[in-house]
């Protein structure tokens, strides 16, 4: 089987860096994704690491250390748009097994 | 990136009633699509993997009489519900990725908001 974990909440002010964080037990591991969610919609995808080390996409960047089972996601500038929930997933093979989700506050 | 399209976005129905939700790929070839279930506030789920013309693959603890998959085209799968009871009721979305390119995204439907009454 496989596990993943992340904070459930975590509350911040506009323009904040927020980091969130994924760690994982699993078989078969092939990457780390993370994936966006707003209330009530789809969720649409952020970033994904294969390799050890940092990726950036704009305001959001993603690491992923596959010694420590750890990868993070880092929300720059925070915006009230950014409110949703997080979910970091474990791509084994060609399925995606996904953690909890942490959901994101803005605050002005 | 690729669309994939899910109908009904919501239906209420009777219990005991059996209901149809279809997942499209749009601008691409899904050999295998993913029905996920989502409870509120919770993760999602994975069910079940539907791949192009052979049965579906379903994940323990997840009965495959009362959650039928057909995908019968590349570009088309479908989960019935069958005899919904008010316990079913959930958001479920269906994902699906291309899975001959190197690309690792998963592109998901709207969802479908599923009521059992």
């Known amino acids: 089987g496989q596990s993943l974990e992340q904070p459930s909440e975590v509350t911040a002010v506009e323009g904040a860096i927020v980091q969130i964080n994924c760690t994982y037990q699993?078989?078969?591991?092939?990457?780390l994704s993370w994936y966006q969610q707003h209330d009530g919609g789809a969720p649409t995808f952020l970033s994904y690491?294969?390799?050890?080390g940092l990726e950036e996409t704009g305001r959001f960047s993603s690491f992923l250390s596959r010694s420590d089972s750890y990868g993070y996601l880092l929300l720059q500038e925070l915006q009230m748009k950014d409110s949703a929930s997080y979910f970091c997933a474990v791509n084994r093979d060609y399925k995606l097994s996904f953690g909890a989700g942490t959901t994101v506050t803005v605050r002005a | 990136g690729a669309v994939v399209s899910q109908h009904p976005s919501w239906v209420i129905c009777k219990s005991g009633t059996s209901v149809k939700i279809e997942c499209r790929s749009l601008d691409f070839q899904a050999t295998t699509m993913f029905w996920y279930r989502q409870f509120p506030k919770q993760s999602l789920m994975l069910m079940a993997t539907?791949?192009?013309?052979?049965?579906?693959?379903?994940e323990q603890g997840v009965e495959k009489d009362k959650f039928l998959i057909n995908h019968a085209s590349l570009t088309l799968s479908t989960l019935t519900v069958t005899s919904a009871h008010p316990e079913d009721s959930s958001f479920y979305i269906c994902s699906a990725r291309d899975l001959k390119g190197a690309n690792t995204e998963a592109f998901f439907g709207q969802g479908t908001r599923l009521t059992v009454v």
């Open positions: 690491n294969a390799l050890d």
């Open positions: 699993t078989s078969g591991f092939y990457g």
């Open positions: 539907s791949n192009e013309g052979s049965k579906a693959t379903y």
